[in-house]
């Protein structure tokens, strides 16, 4: 009989093995196929052992569900439990029938029941675990920092032209056109940057009422 810890550990390796092999994949596509890892730039063999290393990690290490879940996902899962039960008896009429048809509808919907209910119940998982190990609340502040410097990487590489209003670029809007495009992306670019600043005054705010 395979047990509810064992389909929630399973979920939660197979999540962790599935981005760091898509991770290693990314990696290996920059180089041409069959490429050995020890061939390749320092930094990517390194990424790569990690991330292999990261996998064997994830792969032996088997949490215990059964402390871990809390009694409000326990709870929660009786609803699930109950309704399994009625669409059971469902499921052995359609066999008995075989009516394929209603037979495969219900299952599908008795597998998104159990999808959900193992969801739910790695949510109280979760929120048990922090409340046992505790808050780490500079790890929002980590985070924030993290997508300011996506957020700077973008300007840069999201940018459709050059800043320098003597490039070349705008030579021809210069002569044949007025400087048309230059002003336009002059006035846009100011337009963006009183909403840039007004989006992180509204932020810094939210930020100071977080402590209160």
Do not use: C
Request: hydrophobic share 30%; net charge neutral; proline share 1%.
């Amino acid at each position: 009989m395979i047990k509810l810890k064992d389909l929630l550990n399973e979920d939660r390796t197979a999540s962790i093995v599935q981005q760091a092999e898509r991770e290693i994949q990314q990696i290996r596509d920059k180089y041409p196929a069959g490429t050995n890892k020890t061939s390749m730039d320092y930094k990517d063999e390194t990424a790569i052992d990690e991330l292999e290393n990261k996998i064997a990690y994830a792969q032996s290490k088997q949490e215990s569900v059964n402390e871990d879940v809390s009694p409000k996902g326990w709870n929660m899962s009786k609803k699930y439990i109950k309704f399994i039960e009625r669409e059971v008896k469902n499921l052995k009429k359609y066999h008995n029938q075989q009516n394929e048809e209603d037979f495969l509808e219900v299952a599908n919907y008795i597998e998104l029941q159990l999808k959900q209910m193992k969801k739910d119940l790695n949510e109280s998982v979760n929120q048990k675990t922090l409340m046992k190990e505790g808050v780490d609340l500079y790890s929002h502040i980590k985070l924030v920092e993290q997508h300011l410097a996506d957020f700077r990487k973008d300007i840069d590489r999201k940018r459709g032209g050059s800043y320098e209003s003597d490039s070349v670029e705008y030579e021809t809007d210069r002569w044949e056109n007025n400087s048309k495009m230059l002003k336009g992306r002059d006035k846009k670019l100011g337009q963006w940057e009183k909403k840039v600043k007004k989006t992180l005054d509204s932020l810094i705010k939210d930020y100071q009422k977080a402590w209160k």
